[in-house]
């Protein structure tokens, strides 16, 4: 190395290693264990922390192939962002735009979780329609903040701007889509929110070092030298034997897409949930091939037996979906070896893709893909007054908007699952939009709009209840940006119908629903169990009390608890 080039390299180190963000090292972990973790790369880590490589500008996740540079080398970061911050460029190798979120925020309820929530919807970004951008100020309003405040809450957070965290997250996107797709640069543009392209090639190449285009070539190239590589080279630790190989892709209307997780995930179990609750025609479970036909959903009276068939047969989800001007399907198909998720995603002609990264937010949600399952199951396990063993890599299985969990949740009261499952087929069957696509009928799940003035006489309920989805869905049409807690005031929905819409329709981590039938009895033979009472003993334990102690012990993390009691 000559003197000028090291002289240049020590210099990038001291202005790197003078950046605030580094000063604390990622989160919660220690040195010793993200030095640990990235030796090891154990795809548990994976998104939790980001290891910037000093000697080389670049930064990676916990799970690179390249060889691991020396510990003095190495810096650690919380977030890509703040890496960015500090100078680094993404490793091409192992894509950190591909990683799995991990928000440190999430499920606290803290302003800056929701600013991150509304900029991961689309907030600050533009459309194709050419509809601008929301301002930061806008951003603000929303949220019942000033301006100043909300700036101020991401320079804590994150070491810069609102408007810099959204860009960063849509060129990432930007990025992931170049590697991953075949769309047009234009297309990619679209879809990562960008209006303009000269604004979108000026931004990449700041920020990412690199033109789309050479991206695009250096993707193209890597895929074709995958396309020879055997599928038994593929190595199980950290799944990057084809990580550059381009997906399917169908012009103007497909394109495939890989969402990857910290293992562990128990996939049978949530396909089995969803399989039960399941509506024809909007969602559909088939062997491992795409696009089937919208009638293969199947109701079962047994999760079980089901779990045991995905596990045989390897059945797969799929359902559609309607976002803006935006509509098709998506089969979604578990790759657990390579701790990853394989999106088929499938649009009809007239679909703009500026609601792709949207989508791709909603599905993660859907899967509970960013849960950083061994801290929650350590919490699961340290609930003294339970004993409890938990199931490995059980998730919050997500419902496909906020709107068709409130709306499941009341068709559910006081009727088993099967009964509920039988009333939202005829609701999606008498109220749900209808589209096409390659020879096959979907059913969208019917909309506030559709639901107010509905007089919903196919369904074979108490009149309250049906009065209680129409005034409902008035609320939220008359109320958009309102609170879930703010359906309160709606007559007919009560605290066990906001707990599950937050619970299936928001991800939220934190909800502890025990006031639910089946979490009560399994919560008070677990509790008797560990506790040695018999059956009358159990019966005489001060419920609400303990359900407070358990809610203190387990946050944020209740909505695991929840689901754990409903699986035993």
């Known amino acids: 190395m000559s003197a000028d080039r090291a002289s240049e390299s020590a210099n990038e180190r001291d202005e790197i290693d003078s950046v605030h963000s580094l000063e604390s090292i ?17 795809p548990r880590f994976d998104g939790k922390f980001f290891v910037g490589v000093l000697t080389t500008g670049i930064y990676c996740r916990t799970v690179c192939p390249a060889v691991a540079p020396k510990e003095q080398n190495v810096r650690y970061f919380d977030s890509a962002i703040k890496a960015a911050q500090a100078g680094l460029r993404p490793c091409l190798r192992c894509r950190p735009d591909s990683a799995p979120g991990s928000n440190p925020w999430k499920g606290t ?19 194709s329609s050419g ?21 101020k809450l991401f320079t804590e957070g994150f070491g810069t701007s609102p408007k810099q965290y959204a860009l960063y997250r849509q060129l990432l996107f930007a990025k992931q889509l170049l590697h991953q797709t075949q769309l047009s640069i234009t297309q990619v543009a679209m879809a990562a929110g960008f209006n303009s392209i000269r604004r979108f090639n000026e931004a990449f190449k700041q920020t990412l070092q690199l033109t789309p285009t050479q991206l695009r070539k250096s993707a193209l190239t890597k895929a074709a030298k995958e396309s020879m590589i055997e599928p038994s080279t593929i190595e199980p630790s950290t799944g990057f034997g084809e990580i550059d190989t381009l997906g399917e892709f169908v012009p103007h209307y497909g394109l495939t897409l890989y969402q990857y997780y910290r293992p562990p995930l128990d996939w049978a179990s949530q396909l089995a949930f969803y399989r039960l609750r399941a509506v024809t025609g909007m969602e559909w479970f088939s062997p491992q091939r795409s696009h089937p036909q919208a ?35 998506v089969d979604i198909i578990h790759e657990p070896k390579l701790n990853r998720f394989k999106l088929a995603i499938m649009l009809t002609e007239d679909s703009p893709v500026d609601e792709l990264q ?3 937010t909603e599905v993660r949600r859907i899967l509970d893909l960013d849960a950083d399952m061994l801290q929650i199951e350590q919490g699961l396990s340290a609930l003294p007054s339970l004993g409890l063993t938990p199931f490995s890599g059980l998730r919050i299985p997500g419902a496909g908007s906020l709107f068709e969990a409130a709306c499941r949740a009341i068709l559910g009261q006081q009727v088993t699952v099967v009964q509920a499952t039988k009333l939202l087929n005829i ?3 008498a109220y749900g939009d209808r589209f096409s696509l390659n020879g096959c009928e979907y059913r969208l799940f019917p909309t506030p709009e559709a639901i107010r003035e509905a007089s919903l006489t196919e369904l074979k309920m108490p009149g309250a209840r049906k009065l209680a989805l129409n005034a409902l869905a008035a609320f939220i049409c008359a109320h958009p940006e309102a609170s879930v807690d703010d359906w309160l005031s709606v ?3 009560g605290p066990w119908t906001i707990a599950y819409a937050k619970l299936r329709g928001l991800g939220d981590p934190n909800v502890f629903l025990h006031t639910d039938l089946i979490v009560k009895k399994h919560l008070l033979a677990l509790y008797g169990k560990t506790h040695r009472l018999d059956e009358a003993a159990a019966g005489t334990v001060n419920y609400p009390k303990l359900c407070q102690q358990l809610s203190q012990e387990i946050a944020p993390w209740g909505s695991y608890l929840t689901f754990q009691l409903w699986h035993q």
């Open 131 to 151: 509809e601008p951008a929301s301002t930061v100020t806008q951003l603000a309003d929303r949220l019942g903040i000033s301006s100043r405040y909300l700036n």
């Open 491 to 493: 007559k007919g929905i």
């Open 109 to 127: 309820g803290t302003t800056l979780a929701r600013a991150i929530s509304l900029i991961e919807a689309g907030a600050l970004a533009g459309k």
């Open 427 to 429: 609701l999606v069957e």
């Open 358 to 360: 949207l989508l791709v």
């Open 295 to 329: 009638s293969e959903a199947v109701h079962l009276e047994q999760e079980a037996n089901f779990t045991t068939e995905v596990k045989a047969n390897g059945l797969e989800y799929g359902r559609c979906f309607a976002l803006g001007k935006m509509r098709g399907t």
């Open 26 to 42: 990622a989160g919660q972990l220690s040195a010793s264990i993200c030095r640990e973790a990235r030796m090891s790369r154990d």
